[in-house]
């Protein structure tokens, strides 16, 4: 082999392994770029997943707000809304991109609106709308930066108002009930001493009238302040096993002269050894309410039932039966509303403190029981109540 040929040989196998190294280093780079395609791949996908959990995210935290916002574009059309904006305004059909006034067809959200556009970055109104039952909302809008748009933030105002109407008349109706027997004894305390003590008789009867009216005042102190223990629950319920018809039967007996008094028989059906967990103290109270007031609006000579059964699922409901004038349909629902009276000249003639019956629910409530009325215009009303068994 002469020189020449042994060195075409080496060129030759020079350019092959420089071929083969070159082939080697390209399909190195191909799969560094198919190995970087398929990591761009993924951080894309695993940026679209976290896109969507976040927005997941934002709409779960948007739609869990206790206030209904919505967001509108410049011409008032809906772009978003979270739940308690649609659950405010009871809204069925879907609302995005429809304007606002044909999602909620109400004169004041157009006020809102137009007041927003008139005096700058943001305005409020307060708006009632129809039920049932009725609400009232805090509409309060606020321009978007740029002026693309605004916001609309709907506060529910209802039971804020419920509570403050409430108190209202709490305060109206204690002044109310305060007010006239002391302005009574203020009365008959005068003539007393303008000479009516001169006269024994008279002086005797304005002195029992005196009582009588000083007593409701004690009645009704101490009711107000048993409400207000039990409202702010204050009072803890001692719990133990009570025979109810032991229970009955001594009210009954507290209230025999009154009973006497009406010429009403008092009858007390609830079976020997039947008993359920109760404070006997406070179920005490329940029953002596209960039964003075079917006494009071019972008929004269009339009968009062107390009755009483175990109830499948654990636990007992007792009722109480008067023969009664019966209870309109219209005051069923609000009879165990605080002063609430069906016939308020009649109660106060009774000497009632319009307490009675809220105390009983409350109390009744604290066991975890329920109490409701049933009756019947000229046939009489029962009052029912449970009491549940904590075991069961």
């Not at 059909?93 to 909620?104: A, F, H, I, K, T």
């Not at 009516?196 to 009645?219: C, G, M, W």
């Amino acid at each position: 082999m002469n020189i020449w040929t042994l060195t075409t040989l080496l060129l030759a196998c020079g350019c092959a392994l420089l071929h083969l190294g070159w082939r080697a280093r390209h399909r190195t780079a191909l799969a560094e770029v198919a190995g970087l395609n398929r990591l761009q791949a993924l951080l894309k996908e695993e940026h679209r997943r976290e896109s969507e959990r976040e927005q997941v995210r934002q709409r779960t935290i948007f739609d869990g707000m206790m206030e209904g916002v919505a967001l509108l574009d410049q011409a008032g059309r809906v772009e978003l809304a979270n739940l308690a904006f649609r659950r405010l305004l009871v809204a069925r059909d879907e609302m995005q991109g429809r304007p606002l006034e044909s999602v909620v067809p109400r004169p004041e959200f157009d006020e809102l609106l137009r007041l927003l556009a008139t005096e700058g970055q943001a305005a409020g109104l307060e708006i009632t709308l129809p039920g049932p039952p009725p609400r009232i909302l805090q509409a309060n809008a606020n321009r978007l930066s740029g002026g693309e748009g605004s916001l609309l933030v709907l506060h529910d105002l209802t039971r804020i108002k419920e509570v403050e109407r409430n108190r209202r008349e709490f305060v109206a109706n204690v002044s109310h009930e305060l007010r006239t027997p002391l302005s009574l004894i203020k009365g008959f305390v005068e003539t007393l001493q303008d000479g009516a003590i001169e006269n024994p008789p008279q002086a005797r009867r304005f002195l029992q009238t005196i009582s009588k009216h000083t007593d409701r005042l004690i009645y009704l102190i101490e009711d107000l302040l048993t409400l207000s223990r039990l409202e702010g629950g204050k009072i803890v319920m001692n719990l133990q096993p009570t025979q109810l018809a032991d229970l009955a039967a001594q009210v009954a007996g507290d209230l025999e002269a009154k009973a006497q008094e009406r010429q009403a028989r008092l009858e007390n059906h609830i079976p020997s050894g039947l008993q359920a967990e109760t404070d006997p103290e406070r179920l005490q109270q329940v029953f002596f309410n209960l039964l003075e007031n079917a006494i009071k609006y019972g008929k004269t000579g009339g009968t009062v039932v107390i009755g009483a059964k175990a109830l499948p699922g654990g636990g007992v409901e007792v009722w109480i039966e008067d023969d009664g004038p019966g209870i309109p349909e219209e005051s069923r629902d609000r009879v165990f509303e605080r002063f609430y009276r069906v016939d308020r000249a009649r109660s106060r003639d009774t000497g009632g403190t319009g307490l009675g019956l809220s105390i009983v629910k409350h109390i009744i409530q604290a066991h975890g029981g329920e109490v409701w009325v049933n009756s019947e215009m000229g046939k009489g009303s029962t009052f029912h109540f449970t009491l549940p068994d904590p075991g069961a």
